[in-house]
């Protein structure tokens, strides 16, 4: 297949994510009726077909090139995938589906804060039960990983395969290793993370295969992809500023966009009565963060502007992607 394989959780919350941040870039999804829903297209962008997967076969499919891009959690990405940096790139933090994976301990281990502490908590209760401590989780390598990292070497995982929060009551595990997006079932099952110890803070990402077949029709259809993606993403938040400014002070408006964390875009040279800039007016337009907006119409009004208009932006597309060109200097394309 010479076009693109984009992977889409196929249910949870995550896809609910999914397929709302892309829609809102303007490439709505369409299942096809004739494949039990497994599989969809996007009007707007005819080379790419969807599947739809759970979240942790799309990491899977990603690490074999059997997709070209999918939408999961970096936390399933960097867990399940053997040699992520080989394998697997991140294309874009999503925004949506955040959780941290944490090492957590029993709140009355009053002296254990820190995976030091916890280190020194492990030879002692070897030497005491003449056994390992015992770490319930599901995220086997990245616990194995941030373990070695911190010089903790003196325990034992136990996999879990139900809820690992519930482990240390029930006698399984003596600490665990989880996801925690509010901390509340961790306090509740009477756990705390510890002061060093969040692993990754996860959220989805899209990301790309680096062993997918990219032929020319795939990166061509990658790159349309990226740049509505960014657009969208760009704007977030954003409100475009129009507003005619006394030509005094319009020489300080590039200023007053930096101090205001805006992007000045344009100046014209007449205002809406068709006077002259030096006699009346200046035209310009900002790009101006959701926070920052009443602080700088205030300004601008103080400057001797009558009217601050200001507007919601949809897209903000920009010249050149780097994101697509650094992911293109990491694989080799291949011919139709």
Known sequence: MSGLVLAVPSKGRIQEGAIAFLREAGLDIARDPEARDYLGRIASLPGVEVRFLSASEIASQLES?????????EDLLREQTSDFDSAVA???????????????????????????DLDDVCLAFRAR?????????????????FFAAHGVSDYRI????????????????????????????????????????????????????????????????????????AARADADGLFEVRVVLPAAASKRAEAL????????????????????????????????????????????????ASIVRAMR????????????????????PVSS
């Open 129 to 145: 039960h003449h056994r390992h401590l015992r770490v319930a989780t599901k995220y086997v390598a990245l616990t194995r990983s």
């Open 158 to 229: 136990v996999e879990s395969f139900g809820a690992t929060e519930g482990a240390p009551a029930a006698g399984t595990a003596e600490i665990i290793v989880d996801i925690t997006s509010t901390g509340q079932t961790l306090a509740a099952n009477r756990l705390k993370v510890l002061r060093d110890g969040v692993i990754l803070r996860s959220q989805a990402h899209l990301a790309a295969s680096l062993r997918a077949r990219w032929t020319d029709g795939a990166l061509s259809a990658l790159g349309l992809l990226l740049d509505r993606i």
């Open 257 to 304: 966009a930096a101090e205001f964390g805006c992007e000045a875009l344009v100046a014209a040279g007449t205002e809406e009565g068709g006077k002259a800039a030096e006699a009346g007016g200046v035209h310009h337009a900002f790009l101006c963060p959701g926070p920052q907006l009443h602080p700088l119409s205030l300004k601008l009004r103080q400057e001797g």
């Open 65 to 73: 090139g059997a997709a070209h891009i999918g939408i999961t959690g």
């Open 90 to 116: 991140l294309l874009r933090p999503l925004g949506f589906a955040r959780a941290d994976v944490v090492v957590a301990a029993p709140q009355s281990w009053i002296d254990v804060q820190s995976m030091a």
């Open 313 to 332: 932006v949809d897209y903000v597309f920009r010249s050149g992607d780097r994101v697509l060109d650094a992911f293109r200097a990491r694989i080799t």
